[in-house]
T-cell receptor, first 117, second 114 residues
Framework: GAVVSQHPSRVICKSGTSVKIECRSL??????MFWYRQFPKKSLMLMAT?????????EQGVEKDKFLINHASLTLSTLTVTSAHPEDSSFYIC?????????????FGPGTRLTVL | AQTVTQSQPEMSVQEAETVTLSCTYD???????LFWYKQPPSRQMILVIR??????QNATENRFSVNFQKAAKSFSLKISDSQLGDTAMYFC???????????FGTGTLLAVQP
């Protein structure tokens, strides 16, 4: 149980285009979803927290207009990188938690590698 | 602000031996949780073990155990009988109970040698 998927696993795009990454909880309802960014050989940095039906809460320094987060249902959250540039290239990971389970435990997706040319 | 420090960027251990990974944290909160996550080459984050701050007893999960020293704000991970599959990056993480936000340390790359 508690499986989280991400799609796509890898994406390459041209500079200036937008890219959407999906995060799905497959066998539970995710009350809260989190989006992280991980640079090579670095730690995970929390970008934003989203609750179903509410606006996402962004961490300091994260541009909300550049990284659009939508959490329209209890099983799906999307991260859209708008007008992507090479410096946005990174590994993006989502996680999900649920009030029905241990809310303090997050279940992680397998990540999405974004490369902006 | 909460911080998590892992002072060992890389470690190596022989198969079947025991290794301890260090983690210290800083917080003024009283209600929090501590975690160790494993990130193998596949990049999938896997929960290894968790500890509630209010529990004095150290958590254990099979070959994995922690030494939780609350006063010293220390949370080390001991891996017994190391296996090749334990090779991974290990992250210590901290969560304040009310926020559910995870703050990660910088990680320790563990290599298990045959």
């Amino acid at each position: 149980g508690a499986v989280v998927s991400q799609h796509p696993s890898r994406v390459i795009c041209k500079s200036g285009t937008s890219v959407k990454i999906e995060c799905r909880s497959l066998d539970f309802q995710a009350t809260t979803m989190f989006w992280y960014r991980q640079f090579p050989k670095k730690s995970l940095m929390l970008m934003a927290t989203s609750n179903e039906g509410s606006k996402a809460t962004y961490e300091q320094g994260v541009e909300k207009d550049k990284f659009l987060i939508n959490h329209a249902s209890l099983t799906l959250s999307t991260l859209t990188v708008t007008s992507a540039h090479p410096e946005d290239s990174s590994f993006y990971i989502c996680s999900a938690s649920s009030r029905a389970q241990n809310e303090d435990e997050q279940f992680f997706g397998p990540g999405t590698r974004l490369t902006v040319l | 602000a909460q911080t998590v420090t892992q002072s060992q960027p890389e470690m190596s251990v022989q198969e079947a031996e025991t290794v301890t990974l260090s983690c210290t944290y800083d917080t003024s909160e009283s209600n929090y949780y501590l975690f160790w996550y494993k990130q193998p080459p596949s990049r999938q984050m896997i929960l290894v073990i968790r500890q509630e701050a209010y529990k004095q007893q150290n958590a254990t999960e099979n070959r994995f155990s922690v030494n939780f020293q609350k006063a010293a704000k220390s949370f080390s991970l001991k891996i017994s009988d190391s296996q090749l599959g334990d090779t991974a990056m290990y992250f210590c993480a901290f969560m304040v109970g009310a926020t559910n936000k995870l703050i990660f340390g910088t990680g320790t790359l563990l290599a298990v040698q045959p």
